[in-house]
Structures are given as structure tokens and as C-alpha cells.
């Protein structure tokens, strides 16, 4: 079955400084889900990359899906505490037969220091 | 819109007692989900819809039943609860095996004494 690792699993970074966080799949990735969770809170979705070599931003928030489709990466320029959260990625459990169905990496949990 | 909406957002229950969980989208998609976030475990799959009448078994559905009766509601039950259930609950909506990003509830946290 198909895993997602995401590292590191905690970062701490100081407000101004950029981090990135990886998602890898022990299988091709066919969708590649990121999502922000503050404590007590729901997930908010940030971006979906579907194609090798996508890449989408939003705001100070850019992710990739490298060409082999295995690894996704999440960069965040000029962190802020408003970046600070728990970052997940999610994947298409099963392509083709797929019921819609997202597997999920335990998360990265993000915090930065003002 | 609303959104996914979730009630209660905390429980606490006593083994053995039963509950269910509410969840309701108005966004009318055709596709919701349960899935349970223990710490440092990531989202586990619980129950998921395809339609209203329609439902299977995620990862770790037992102890749990659903039903959907609506396209709107997507209701969680616990019939005996047991500590293995403290957990907070997600529910989740998408609007189609196509368009498959999913949107979430903000959670029902359960404790189970």
C-alpha cells in the first residue's frame, strides 16, 4: 500500500527565515494535496499539484511535485507566525479505481519564533 | 456557505455509551468522509460516502457505522464506546471522484473515560 513520509516531522524556525517541508511516496504520485492545520482546528486546504514539475503559489507559499512524481515540497519564503501550524500532504490513495479516497502523511509541525 | 459543519466540537463519554457524531456540507458534493487524527498518527479513514445511499469501509471502521440518507449529512455513530476511541474526528467533503480535493469539518474532539 501506498505510504507518505513527510520530514521533518517538527521545525522550528526563527520569523524572516524560509523552510521547506517534504512529502515522499513509496508510490507515483497521481495528486499530491497540501493542507495547513492550527491547533483545535480543522485542515484548510492550500494546493493541489497533479502534473511532474508543477509548481503553484500562494502568497509566501510555493509547493512543487518533482518530475518522477514521487516527492512533493513545500517552501515557505520569509516565515511568519502566521505560518506556524501543522502542514499535511494527502495523495490519491489508488488511481483509476480511485473512489476519491486520500491517504495522508502525520504531518510537519511548523513553528516560528518572532 | 457554510462549509463542513461538525456538532458537537467536544464530548466526553463514558465506556460503553453511545453517540453520534453530525456532520453536514452545503456545498453539494456528492463525496464525504470520516477520519479519526490520534497524535503524532496522521488521518486515518474511517467510513466514506459516494452518494447518498451510499457507503463503504475505510481503514478503521469498526466500532463505527454511518449512514447518508441525504446529500447534505453524513452522521458518525459510536455504539459502545471504548478508550481507543478518544480520537478527534474530521469529516470531510469532495465534489467528485474527479474533482477530489477534499474540505474539512472543524473536528469533534471525543474522550472516552
Known amino acids: 500500500s501506498q505510504e507518505l513520509e513527510q520530514s521533518p516531522q517538527s521545525l522550528i524556525v526563527q520569523e524572516g527565515k524560509n523552510l521547506t517541508i517534504n512529502c515522499t511516496s513509496s508510490k507515483t504520485l497521481y495528486g499530491l494535496y497540501w493542507y495547513k492545520q492550527k491547533y483545535g482546528e480543522g485542515l484548510i486546504f492550500l494546493m493541489m499539484l497533479q502534473k511532474g514539475g508543477e509548481e503553484k503559489s500562494h502568497e509566501k507559499i510555493t509547493a512543487k511535485l518533482d518530475e518522477k512524481k514521487q516527492q512533493s515540497s513545500l517552501h515557505i519564503t520569509a516565515s511568519q507566525p502566521s505560518h506556524a501550524g501543522i502542514y499535511l500532504c494527502g495523495a490519491d490513495r489508488n488511481y483509476g479505481g480511485s473512489q476519491g479516497n486520500l491517504i495522508f502523511g502525520k504531518g510537519t509541525k511548523l513553528s516560528v519564533k518572532p | 456557505n457554510a462549509g463542513v459543519t461538525q456538532t458537537p466540537k467536544f464530548r466526553i463519554l463514558k465506556i460503553g455509551q453511545s453517540m453520534t457524531l453530525q456532520c453536514a456540507q452545503d456545498m453539494n458534493h456528492n463525496y464525504m468522509y470520516w477520519y479519526r487524527q490520534d497524535p503524532g498518527m496522521g488521518l486515518k479513514l474511517i467510513y466514506y460516502?459516494?452518494?447518498?445511499?451510499?457507503?463503504d469501509k475505510g481503514e478503521v471502521p469498526n466500532g463505527y457505522n454511518v449512514s447518508r440518507s441525504t446529500t447534505e449529512d453524513f452522521p458518525l455513530r459510536l455504539e459502545l464506546a471504548a478508550p481507543s476511541q478518544t480520537s478527534v474526528y474530521f469529516c470531510?467533503?469532495?465534489?467528485?471522484?474527479?474533482?477530489?480535493?477534499?474540505?474539512f469539518g472543524p473536528g469533534t474532539r471525543l474522550l472516552v473515560l
Open positions: 460516502s459516494v452518494g447518498a445511499g451510499i457507503t
Open positions: 470531510a467533503s469532495s465534489y467528485s471522484r474527479q474533482m477530489k480535493t477534499q474540505y
